[in-house]
């Protein structure tokens, strides 16, 4: 076999080092466009977060409804006095999540972190219908006011299956899946966990048995609140979303992971020592 020689070797380097000298500028470009988009997902998420839990709004306005017995859906029923405003509010927080959830997912992610973030995405959308078809009236302090209204409980169940959709398969890619999230690998669990035991503690008066729905309710809207919180921390975390996105070393080191570490230093000729091949 010939071996080049040092004058074909050096015109190979000259015609690499271009391209490696433009690979280092698009790259930084590609992380900083991630990292503002990331940190615009969080900051939407985090809002969202505040915004879902408008009921807290009851403290201080006379709705009429006690927090404890009644639905958070009866503070915009159709014939309800603030109806307007918190169902403003509800639709504020339904594009705010759309937004954040379509900012999160970036241009390439894994097939569980997508699946996951639009599902985010269905649980907006959802929210969005649940306030276009509200209920007819507050079951909670009307007599023959049904608690079950066809259009309006199909779009709140839609809206649980895609946030219950949501962290299931966001807690599985941070398992499974790249980009690594460890915050909701540890945490996401027990918020799905206990988001599910609190909904399901407010089907009561779907069964004819009322009275006290409203404490676990508001209970879930909090978690929902957290789950937000989670993901818009995970986003901004340096090891969160954004974490071993851009890798193309050369040479990676053993032992060195998902982000390998690349030499590029120049080889150094020591007298007396013969240059090492690579292996």
Do not use: K
């Amino acid at each position: 076999m010939s071996t080049p020689s040092p004058a074909s070797r050096q015109a190979s380097t000259a015609t690499a080092r271009p391209a490696s000298a433009t690979a280092g500028p698009e790259a930084a470009a590609r992380r900083h466009g991630d990292g503002a988009r990331e940190a615009w997902a969080a900051l939407l998420l985090t809002v969202a977060a505040v915004v879902y839990n408008d009921w807290l709004l009851e403290f201080v306005l006379p709705t009429g409804l006690d927090p404890r017995h009644s639905y958070v859906s009866e503070l915009y029923a159709a014939d309800q006095r603030f109806r307007l405003l918190f169902g403003s509010i509800e639709l504020a927080a339904a594009a705010l999540v759309i937004g954040g959830a379509l900012l999160a997912r970036g241009p390439a992610p894994g097939r569980w972190s997508a699946a996951g973030w639009w599902s985010l995405v269905a649980f907006g959308v959802s929210s969005v219908a649940d306030v276009v078809v509200p209920m007819r009236c507050a079951p909670s302090v009307e007599r023959g006011c049904e608690a079950v209204n066809p259009w309006h409980t199909t779009t709140s169940a839609l809206v649980h299956a895609a946030l219950f959709a949501s962290m299931a398969l966001l807690v599985v890619a941070a398992h499974t899946a790249r980009p690594p999230m460890p915050l909701v690998r540890r945490c996401g669990p027990w918020v799905l966990a206990a988001a599910l035991g609190t909904a399901l503690a407010t089907v009561g008066p779907l069964f004819g048995r009322p009275g006290w729905h409203g404490v676990p309710q508001r209970a879930h809207l909090v978690l929902v609140g957290v789950w937000f919180v989670l993901l818009a921390t995970t986003l901004r975390s340096p090891g969160g979303v954004a974490s071993c996105r851009e890798a193309a070393p050369r040479r990676p080191e053993r032992g060195a992971g998902n982000c390998a570490i690349s030499h590029d230093a120049p080889a150094v000729d020591v007298p007396g020592v013969p240059p090492r091949t690579p292996g």
